[in-house]
């Protein structure tokens, strides 16, 4: 039995019953690694983009491929997203 109470969704257990949350499926979880590397080398299409559910972004930075200006963003997002925490990065782009 579960007493009910909100729990924060990082909490590994409930504060007031001690129940243990169950954990989250991993497939609907965006890795903040794949989206790094995915900036990095394919950012240039927008794979990351992609991947992280910014569709009309990802259009964007694939009719602009032929630039190269996408591919520089790409490598620019694709190290921010390795330099955040797990935290950030999923309060971020999980929504």
Known sequence: MHCGAKIDWQAEMC?????KQPLTPTATRKSR???GLF????GGLGI???YLGKIGWGILYLALCWTFI??????????????????????????
Not at 15 to 19: D, F, K, R, T, V
Not at 70 to 95: C, H, R, V
């Open 15 to 19: 504060p007031q019953c001690g129940l």
């Open 48 to 50: 990351h983009k992609f």
């Open 70 to 95: 996408p591919a520089l963003a790409g490598l620019i997002e694709g190290i921010l997203y390795l330099t955040m925490s797990d935290q950030e990065f999923a309060a971020k782009y999980e929504k």
């Open 39 to 42: 900036g990095i080398l394919l």
């Open 33 to 35: 690694i794949a989206a």
